[in-house]
Each structure stands twice: as structure tokens, then as C-alpha cells.
């Protein structure tokens, strides 16, 4: 429904119409104006038919200036996001202009977080795991371990894109141009998600001087002290990962996954506790249960078990 017929139809409804007068006078189908109805962009008079219509105070009349009416905004669906997301100026999905230009001129640090109503979002489950997220304080010590970034997007956002990516089976930064960016912006409050060039460069900034490795630390060390009594044992998992590259020499393994032959590749091993939680993250080289294990020693101690 286009928003001429939209106007025309709600007209129609607010003389008392009903429905099957209106998909006659229109020529339109029954199942399109009650779906229209049913997402709100129509709607009905809740009085019958049967009663006067009562005229609505004009801008005017006191009455009008004293109660003003409030706006409605209503909910958009997949289709309506997507026609606005490209007829946006400054790009795709980039329906913020304001904010874009103020952090252009150092005017604004980071773009605000505001959640809108919409329908049939792509991945909108993935907002049913922000609190699993957030209770495994995933946010809690990022300003301590990160720098602060310069321009639209914050540390907050970058992480929590790159956590909807994991929930969202999105493997490779490469893969997000291929989703829609402005629904994955919605998922986070935004009008759309960085593109690829953009989150390398963020990601870059975010990885020097160690950063991740110091905020898994601290991060280790919190869920540590927290289930103190449960750390006792811990189960190493390892997963062999095909190495490609010619900066060094490794040994080769027996990779079962695609492959099953022997293979150079590197061995990522994840020490978890009784609650299956990664507590720290071990990369050895080596075929040695020794190495590992004292490698395993000095984590406990640097996370202060």
C-alpha cells in the first residue's frame, strides 16, 4: 500500500467505513488493509458506526492548544527500512546525518544509543542475549583494557558488534557485507553498523599494546574470584586450526575437520571450568603435554588463583 492509498483508506475508516466498503472503493485486497490495520499504519474508530462522527478540535480552539495531541510514530517493517536506507544522502543506512557531521568536527564523541520500534528485524533474537551478556560482565572493564576511539563509533558499540556476530553465526568481517547493515544497526540502537573497511581499522586501534589479552585477563581474574569454589578443575579444550602463513615454521598435526591428513596448524586450547565459561585462552605450537601444562600453571597464577 502505497501512502496515498494509505491516506485514503484511513479517510475512509474515519467516516465509519468498513472494510469490505473500502477494498471495493480502493480495489484492493482484504488480507493487505487488515494487515495494514493489524501493524498500525491504519486505524479503526474504536466508537460504531452507527454514532456521529465527532469532529476533532481545530488548531485554533483552546482546547486544542491546552491538550495538544500527541505524535504518533509508528512501528516501520523490513521494507519501509529499506527504501529509506537508500535513499539516505550520505550513504547507505546513514540516516543520522546530524550526528555524523558533529563527530566529522569533533563536535560529538561516539553516536547515542536510541532504540526504535520496528517489525521483523533481521536477528532480533540476539537482543534476547544482551543480559546473558551483560551478567557475564562482558562490558564491565572495557574503558580500563581499551583505548578510547576517536569518531562515530564507540568501544561499547564495536564490542557488542562483534558479539552479535558470534550469536549471529557471522563468522569473518568479510561476511558483514552481505547482511543488511542497517538492521544490524538496529540491533544496537544505531541506523546501521560500520562497514568492513572501517571495523579493521577499528579493531586495529583496539589490539595494540595487547589489549585484548590484558582485558581476557582481567576478565579471568573477575569470573575466577567470583566461583572461586568451582575453579579446582578445569577441562582443557583443543581445537586445531590449519596454519597458512610462512612467518614460522610448525609442526604439522592430524586435522579431522574437512580435511582428516596431517597438516601444519596451530593448537588453541580453552581452559574452562565446572559452568563450561572460558575462563583464559592458551595458542601452543609445540606437541608437548608439559608446555601446555605449565603454560596452564602460569595463566591460574597470572589471574591470581
Not at 491538550?67 to 510514530?73: D, G, M, R, T
Not at 536506507?85 to 566529522?104: F, H, I, K, N, P
Not at 544496537?188 to 582485558?215: F, T
Request: proline residues 5%; positive net charge; charged residues 20%.
Amino acid at each position: 500500500m502505497t501512502d496515498d492509498v494509505i491516506a485514503e483508506a484511513q479517510d475512509l475508516l474515519n467516516r465509519g467505513q468498513s472494510r469490505r466498503q473500502i477494498i471495493e472503493k480502493l480495489g484492493i485486497k482484504y488480507d493487505t488493509l487488515s494487515k495494514a490495520i493489524n501493524q498500525g499504519r491504519l486505524r479503526e474508530l474504536s466508537q460504531p458506526p452507527s454514532q456521529p462522527h465527532v469532529a476533532q478540535p481545530t488548531a485554533q480552539s483552546p482546547t486544542a492548544q491546552s491538550h495538544p495531541a500527541p505524535s504518533l510514530i509508528l512501528p516501520t517493517d523490513k521494507s519501509q527500512r529499506g527504501v529509506a536506507d537508500v535513499a539516505a544522502e550520505m550513504g547507505v543506512a546513514c540516516t543520522r546525518s546530524e550526528e555524523r557531521v558533529l563527530t566529522a568536527f569533533g563536535m560529538l564523541q561516539g553516536a547515542s544509543t536510541r532504540f526504535e520500534e520496528c517489525r521483523d528485524v533481521s536477528f532480533g533474537g540476539v537482543l534476547c542475549a544482551l543480559p546473558a551478556l551483560t551478567a557475564n560482565e562482558l562490558f564491565d572493564h572495557l574503558q580500563k583494557s581499551f583505548p578510547v576511539l576517536g569518531g562515530y563509533y564507540t568501544t561499547l558499540q564495536i564490542i557488542t558488534l562483534l558479539a552479535y556476530m558470534a550469536l549471529c553465526r557471522i563468522k569473518t568481517m568479510e561476511q558483514l557485507q552481505y547482511e543488511s547493515p542497517g538492521e544490524l544497526g538496529k540491533l544496537m540502537g544505531l541506523e546501521r553498523v560500520p562497514e568492513v573497511r572501517y571495523l579493521r581499522s577499528k579493531l586495529a586501534r583496539l589490539s595494540k599494546d595487547q589489549a585484548p589479552e590484558s582485558w581476557a585477563a582481567v576478565m579471568s581474574q573477575q569470573w575466577l574470584q567470583d566461583d572461586s569454589e568451582l575453579a579446582g578443575t578445569l577441562y582443557v579444550d583443543g581445537h586445531v586450526r590449519l596454519y597458512h602463513g610462512t612467518l614460522t615454521e610448525l609442526p604439522k598435526r592430524y586435522v579431522t575437520k574437512n580435511f582428516k591428513r596431517t597438516g601444519i596448524s596451530v593448537v588453541s586450547c580453552w581452559c574452562l571450568i565446572v559452568k563450561v565459561s572460558a575462563r583464559f585462552f592458551l595458542k601452543r605450537c609445540g606437541n608437548r603435554i608439559g608446555s601446555l601444562a605449565s603454560r596452564t600453571t602460569s595463566s591460574l597464577k597470572r589471574t591470581g588463583l
